[in-house]
């Protein structure tokens, strides 16, 4: 079992910036891909960005040039900077962790969830 915690969430008016933090219970973290998903109200879950162990990143569309995820593997924590943001990026933001799939932004390459940590932005 590997626990995810995130944090960093908050309430900030467009054009902000919010850092968030996922630290993972594993001792496998340097050879695990990690990501950030996130889920709009009455919307599925969505993949942002991911990182695999040899630091190579996939982002979203949506937040290409705004968002940038890294890793720190001695403190098995994952960040995401997320830089001029928009109401659109409003949702509950997810850290997510797998050692098998392909690291790709799709949900189902994941097998391990965080609770999760709210963005909301205001226009």
């Known amino acids: 079992q590997v626990d995810l915690v995130e944090s960093g969430g908050g309430s900030v008016q467009a054009g902000g910036s919010l850092r968030l933090s996922c630290v993972a219970s594993t001792r496998a973290y340097n050879s695990a891909c990690v990501g950030w998903f996130r889920q709009a109200p009455g919307k599925e879950r969505e993949g942002v960005a991911t990182i695999d162990f040899r630091k190579t990143t996939i982002y979203a569309d949506s937040v290409k040039d705004r968002f940038t995820i890294s890793r720190d593997n001695n403190k098995k924590t994952l960040y995401l900077q997320m830089n001029s943001l928009k109401p659109e990026d409003t949702a509950m933001y997810y850290c997510?962790?797998?050692?098998?799939?392909?690291?790709?932004?799709?949900?189902?390459?994941?097998?391990?969830w965080g609770q999760g940590t709210q963005v909301t932005i205001s226009s």
């Open positions: 997510a962790l797998d050692f098998w799939g392909s690291c790709t932004t799709d949900t189902s390459g994941f097998k391990y």
